[in-house]
C-alpha cells in the first residue's frame, strides 16, 4: 500500500511536470509571441505574414492543437508505464 | 433557381436532418438525457463540441469584427481556442473520472456543501441564460434576412425546432444533432471562403491565401495596411487597444471559455479518461478549422468591400449593395453631394457604414458565387445559432432538475426526475423565446461578458478543487462570490451606471471591462488559498476523493445514482 502511494506520487509529479512544461509553450506562443513580443516580431517576414501578426492570428491556433495531441500521447503512454491505464 | 428558393431547400433539409436524428435518439433514462450514456466516441464528442461551442457569434460576426479591428480581432482568436489548452489538460480527463454530470455537481460533492452547489448553479444559471437569449436573436435575424419573414416568427420557429429535439432527445438527442450541425456550419463557412480566397489571391487555402498576393502583386496584408492608413484608419496589422489591455482580454476569454458549463459538460458524455483528452484534441482541430479562416475571410472582406464600393459612383454600385441596404446593414449617403462615395475615418465626412455582420453573411453575393452558396450560408448560421442554443438549454434545464430537485429531494424517483429535466428544458426556451423577441438592450453586450463571470467564477475552484486538496468550501464559496461580485461590480459600473467613464484613462491598470474577468479569476484565487488557511482542511473522504480523481484507471461508466 505504501509502495502504491509511492508510485501515485510519482506518477502526479510526472503528470505536473508535462504540464508545465506544456503551458509554457501555450503561454509563449500565444500571450508572449501574440502580444508581449508582437511589435518585436513583426520586423520579420514569413511569406505576405508580419510574424507577429501570424502568431497571433494563426500561428497560435496551430501550437494550440498540436499541444493538445502531445498531451494526448504523453498521458496514454505514462498511464501506462504506472500501469494506471484503462483497459 | 433564385436565392430564397434555395435557402428554403436547403434551410428545410438541414431542420428535417434535425428533427430527423432527434426521434432517432430519443432518451429513455436521466443518464441518456443528461450526458447521452457516457457512450460517445471521442470523435463525434469533439465535433458536437465544436458545434456547440461555435454559436451564431462566431459563425456570423467574428470575422466582420476583425475586419474593422485588424490586429485587435486577435483576442478572440487565441481567446476562443487557447482555452481548449486548459480544458485538455486540466479540466477534461478529472471532471470525467470525477464521473458525475454537472459542474454544480463536481463543486457540490469536491466541497461538500450545498451551499456551495447552489452558488455554481446560480453562477451556471446566468452565464448560460445571457448566453442563449443572444443565440434566439441570432436565429430570428437569419430568418429575416433570408426567408424574408418577420424576426419574431423567425425566433419562433427556432424555438420549436430546438424545443422539439432538445426535450425529447436531451444530450444524447442534442449530441448527434451538433455533430450534424458541425458538419452543415463547415461546409457553410468554407465553400464562400475558398471561392474568395481563388479569386483575390489564387490560393484555394483560405489560411494561406491571407499571405497571399492580389492582383497588382503586392502581398494582401500590406496592401491593407496602405489602403487603410490613407484612409486614416490605423493599419490592419497594428493594434489600437493596450497591451495590457489585450492581454487580460485574451487571459478571460481563455479561462471563460475553460469554464463554461456547456463546454465542460460535453466531456461527462465519453466512456473513457483517454476518450476526454482525446476528444479535447478533436474538438480543437474542429474548431481551428474555422476559426483560422475567420481571419482570411476578415481580411478578404474588408478589402473587397474598400475596393468594389469605396471611391465608386453612388449610382453604380454593385447589386449587393441594394440587397443589404433594405436591412440597413449597409448605410451609403452621399454626405458631400459628389456622387461618390467616400470611406473614411472622420465620422463627419464618412458616407459609407458598414456592419460588420456582412462580412460573412453577403460574402457570397459580394464574390457573385452562385444562388445555392447563399441559402448554404444561411442554413450554416442557423446550424451555429441552434446547436449552441440547444447546448445552453440542456445546462439549464439539467441545472434546475439535477442540482436543486435532485439535491433538496434525494428520493425522487428517475422517472420524475427525467420529467422535471423536460419540462425545465421547455420552460428554458420559451423563456429564452421570449428574450430572443423581446431583447433587453443589454443583450448582445452581456454575452461578451459571460466569459469574464465564468473565468472569475468557476475556474479557479475547479482547478483548486483538483490540483490542492487543502482547499475547503469555505474558500470556494468565498472565492467564487468574491470573484463574480468583484467582475459584475466593475462591468456593470463602466457598462450601465457610468458610461461616460468607459475609456482607458478611468479603467484600473488599463483594463477594459472585457477582460476584467481575468483580474476577478486571480481575486478568486487569492481568496480561495487565504480562507482555506485559516479554516479546517477537507474531511479524509473528500482527500480520498482528490487522490482518486487524479488516476485514470476505473471511470467506467458515467456514474448514475
Known amino acids: 500500500m505504501a509502495d502504491n502511494k509511492q508510485k501515485m506520487k510519482a506518477y502526479w509529479k510526472k503528470n505536473l511536470m508535462t504540464l508545465l512544461f506544456l503551458l509554457l509553450i501555450w503561454f509563449t506562443v500565444s500571450f508572449g509571441f501574440g502580444i508581449l513580443l508582437v511589435e518585436q516580431l513583426n520586423n520579420f517576414k514569413i511569406g505576405g505574414f508580419k510574424l507577429g501578426f501570424w502568431f497571433a492570428q494563426q500561428g497560435s491556433i496551430y501550437v494550440f492543437v498540436i499541444l493538445i495531441f502531445v498531451y494526448v500521447y504523453r498521458m496514454n503512454k505514462l498511464d501506462k508505464e504506472f500501469d494506471v491505464n484503462e483497459e | ?561
Open chain 2, 1 to 561: 433557381m433564385d436565392i430564397i428558393t434555395w435557402t428554403y431547400i436547403l434551410v428545410g433539409l438541414s431542420f428535417a436532418l434535425y428533427i430527423g436524428i432527434a426521434i432517432w435518439t430519443r432518451a429513455g433514462s436521466t443518464k441518456e438525457f443528461y450526458v447521452a450514456g457516457g457512450g460517445v466516441s471521442p470523435l463525434a464528442n469533439g465535433m458536437a463540441t465544436a458545434a456547440d461551442w461555435m454559436s451564431a457569434a462566431s459563425f456570423i460576426s467574428m470575422a466582420g469584427i476583425i475586419s474593422f479591428s485588424g490586429y485587435d480581432g486577435s483576442v478572440y482568436l487565441m481567446g476562443w481556442t487557447g482555452g481548449y489548452v486548459l480544458l485538455a489538460l486540466l479540466l477534461a480527463p478529472y471532471l470525467r473520472k470525477f464521473g458525475k454530470f454537472t459542474v454544480p455537481d463536481f463543486v457540490g460533492d469536491r466541497y461538500y456543501s450545498n451551499k456551495a452547489r447552489v452558488v455554481a448553479v446560480i453562477c451556471a444559471l446566468f452565464i448560460s441564460f445571457t448566453y442563449v437569449a443572444g443565440q434566439m436573436r441570432g436565429v430570428g435575424i437569419v430568418f429575416s434576412r433570408y426567408l424574408e419573414v418577420d424576426i419574431n416568427t423567425g425566433v419562433i420557429i427556432g424555438m420549436c425546432i430546438v424545443f422539439f429535439y432538445s426535450v425529447l432527445g436531451g444530450m444524447k438527442g442534442i449530441t448527434y444533432t451538433q455533430v450534424a450541425q458541425y458538419c452543415v456550419l463547415i461546409f457553410a463557412y468554407m465553400v464562400p471562403a475558398i471561392f474568395v480566397s481563388m479569386q483575390l489571391t489564387g490560393n484555394p487555402i483560405p489560411q494561406l491565401g491571407l499571405g497571399g498576393t492580389v492582383a497588382d502583386g503586392t502581398h494582401l496584408l500590406d496592401k491593407l495596411d496602405g489602403v487603410l492608413t490613407d484612409l486614416g484608419f490605423a493599419a490592419y496589422t497594428s493594434g489600437r487597444k493596450g497591451m495590457v489591455d489585450m492581454f487580460a482580454i485574451t487571459l478571460a476569454l481563455m479561462v471563460g471559455t475553460a469554464g463554461l458549463p456547456h463546454v465542460i459538460v460535453r466531456f461527462f458524455t465519453v466512456p473513457r479518461v483517454k476518450d476526454a483528452r482525446l476528444s479535447a484534441g478533436y474538438a480543437l482541430v474542429f474548431i481551428a478549422i474555422l476559426y483560422t479562416t475567420a481571419p482570411a475571410v476578415a481580411a478578404f472582406g474588408i478589402y473587397n468591400a474598400i475596393d468594389t464600393v469605396a471611391e465608386k459612383p453612388v449610382d453604380q454600385l454593385p447589386e449587393w449593395v441594394g440587397n443589404w441596404q433594405k436591412t440597413n446593414l449597409i448605410v451609403v449617403e452621399d454626405k458631400n453631394g459628389d456622387g461618390i462615395v467616400q470611406y473614411l475615418a472622420d465620422k463627419e465626412a464618412n458616407e459609407l457604414t458598414i456592419d460588420k455582420d456582412i462580412m460573412v453573411l453577403a460574402n457570397p453575393e459580394i464574390a457573385q458565387l452562385p444562388n445555392w452558396v447563399v441559402g448554404l450560408v444561411a442554413s450554416g448560421a442557423m446550424a451555429a445559432a441552434l446547436s449552441t442554443a440547444a447546448g445552453l438549454l440542456l445546462v439549464i434545464s439539467t441545472s434546475i432538475s439535477r442540482d436543486l430537485f435532485r439535491t433538496f429531494r434525494p428520493e425522487m424517483s428517475e422517472k420524475k426526475e427525467l420529467r422535471i429535466a423536460r419540462i425545465a428544458a421547455g420552460g428554458a426556451v420559451v423563456l429564452a423565446g421570449y428574450f430572443g423577441v423581446n431583447p433587453p438592450g443589454f443583450v448582445a453586450e452581456v454575452v461578451a461578458f459571460a466569459f469574464g463571470l465564468a473565468a472569475a467564477s468557476f475556474f479557479p475552484v475547479i482547478i483548486m478543487g483538483i490540483f490542492s486538496t487543502k482547499i475547503n468550501k469555505e474558500g470556494a464559496i468565498s472565492g467564487m462570490v468574491l470573484g463574480l461580485v468583484f467582475t459584475l461590480a466593475y462591468i456593470i459600473y463602466f457598462k450601465f451606471l457610468s458610461p461616460e467613464m468607459n475609456n482607458a484613462e478611468n479603467w484600473w491598470f488599463g483594463i477594459s471591462p472585457e477582460g476584467i474577468g481575468s483580474v476577478g479569476m486571480l481575486l478568486n484565487f487569492v481568496a480561495c488559498y487565504v480562507v482555506s488557511k485559516f479554516t479546517p482542511a477537507p474531511p479524509q473522504h473528500v482527500q480520498d476523493m482528490i487522490q482518486e480523481i487524479r488516476i485514470p484507471r476505473g471511470a467506467g461508466g458515467a456514474v448514475d445514482h
